[in-house]
């Protein structure tokens, strides 16, 4: 019966607590292109929404992708344009570079 109370209690707290996350986060689209990419490079690797409920999580160079993975130019909508590169985001290598 505890675990029974506990599962519900924590399902309660992400039912709250979700929301409040998701709109703490910042968003590319508030920010001018130059402010975006600052955040990238202050950051290293920070998640930045991008417009309504999507998001990304940006990176500033390679060595902050998991292994596995290798990091490809990322633009994102700002404030003032449309395609703004802002740094990386990290990627699945293809096919022909896996052993």
């Known amino acids: 019966m505890k675990i029974a109370t506990f599962t519900a209690a924590a399902m309660a707290t992400s039912v709250l607590v979700g929301p409040a996350l998701a709109a703490g986060r910042a968003s590319t689209t508030t920010m001018s292109c130059a402010q975006a990419k600052a955040t990238v490079d202050r950051s290293g690797a920070v998640v930045l929404g991008t417009g309504g409920q999507t998001y990304d999580r940006f990176v500033r160079q390679g060595n902050f992708c998991p292994i596995g993975t290798f990091a490809r130019p990322a633009w994102a909508p ?3 344009s449309a395609q703004c590169y802002i740094g990386y ?3 699945s290598a ?3 570079f896996r052993w």
Do not use: I, L
Request: proline share 22%; net charge neutral; with cysteine.
């Open 78 to 80: 700002t404030r003032d």
């Open 89 to 91: 985001y990290c990627a």
């Open 94 to 96: 293809p096919p022909f």
